[in-house]
């Protein structure tokens, strides 16, 4: 008989044999998360449309080339705070459902459920349509010179790619977190490119853009706005609290993960900004709807063709880990019995939650 170790012996009267069962084999997700994997599944799910669209918002509300950095650095480091304090609650209390299982453990039920529904419901279901249509635009914009594309194509593209997403997500866990590295890789590598191409326009002295670079800041209404655009492109540092529980090691790899993870990506975005302020004045970058491609179109040649496919690449990474993190929420919720109990079921030759990725 399966999951039964029977071992037969004589009682001490000499009577027939009896059998033994051992208790049943307990079947939970396998820990597969490590250092790296962690790390690119935060690179992946922060780098996303945000360093594509949030230049334009940042430096419009702050006023100024100098302000805008700035910005972008107090953004950078309150989100490196929130960062490390999720990695000593996720030290502390090493559980999968990241804010929802905090808020459960602290302040109860109730609190956790509402945290539950916000995250999984309104924050995870929107986030995920918004950039799945998102993904679809920038795939489809090189197959459409010229002209709008289809809202029929657009909407099936979107629906396609989280489809796929869903399925390399109910194989393997491994697969997912491999295709989290390479898109995270792919990420890193397309923002080098931009970056070397600005150092470039840099060295050959195109440096107007950064002469009196305070000049009409705002420090009043714009302060807020600006910074709060730099929290959004930043979002998603909390995603690898959603897996606590598939980590090797999570007390040593979630705060190493984290720190790592978060130094790397405010290091990219200052130079990336750098980047697009030497090739775009403020008044262009401010008037383009996606700067990275606006970018490329002045200092690519022909290689902006392929701008449009990064951004959408940099999206699908994003996409990857946000079905990661939001399935775990709806796992470990079925788990304390705020939504149905077949979410916290485990398939059981894979070892992947698949009613909650299907969720």
Not at 179 to 205: D, P, Q
Request: net charge positive.
């Amino acid at each position: 008989m399966s999951n039964q170790r029977l071992a037969k012996f004589q009682n001490n009267n000499g009577g027939p044999a009896v059998e033994e069962k051992s208790a049943p084999t307990r079947i939970e997700l396998r820990k597969e998360i490590g250092v790296v994997q962690g790390m690119a599944i935060i690179i992946g799910f922060v780098i996303g449309s945000g360093i594509f669209v949030s230049p334009k918002g940042i430096l419009q509300e702050s006023g100024s080339v100098g302000f805008s950095f700035v910005m972008w650095t107090l953004a950078g480091v309150y989100s490196g705070f929130g960062a490390l304090c999720y990695a000593e609650l996720g030290t502390t209390i090493p559980r999968s459902g990241g804010e929802y299982i905090y808020v459960l453990q602290v302040f109860g039920p109730l609190p956790a459920f509402l945290v539950l529904w916000i995250a999984f419901i309104v924050t995870g279901c929107v986030t995920m349509a918004a950039n799945s249509l998102l993904f679809a635009k920038y795939c489809l914009t090189p197959l459409y010179p010229g002209c709008p594309v289809p809202e029929y194509l657009t909407r099936l593209t979107a629906f396609l790619s989280v489809s796929l997403l869903t399925a390399v997500n109910c194989l393997k866990v491994k697969w997912a977190t491999k295709l989290a590295v390479v898109m995270s890789l792919s990420k890193v590598c397309a923002l080098l490119v931009v970056t070397g191409v600005g150092m470039y326009w840099l060295g050959r002295g195109s440096t107007e853009n950064f002469e009196n670079s305070f000049e009409g800041s705002d420090y009043t209404a714009g302060f807020v706005s600006a910074f709060y655009q730099g929290f959004w492109a930043y979002s998603g540092w909390n995603c690898l609290n959603f897996l606590t529980e598939e980590m090797k090691r999570p007390s040593r790899s979630l705060p190493l993960a984290i720190t790592l993870s978060l130094s790397l990506i405010t290091a990219i975005y200052i130079t990336v900004n750098v980047a697009y302020l030497a090739v775009l004045s403020p008044e262009r970058l401010v008037a383009s709807h996606a700067v990275a491609v606006t970018f490329a179109e002045r200092s690519m040649g022909a290689f902006a063709l392929a701008m449009p496919l990064l951004v959408a690449m940099s999206i699908f990474g994003s996409l990857n880990g946000e079905i990661l993190g939001m399935s775990r929420v709806a796992f470990t919720a079925a788990n304390e019995g705020h939504f149905p109990s077949v979410l916290g079921m485990v398939q059981a030759s894979r070892l992947t939650p698949v009613p909650a990725v299907l969720a």
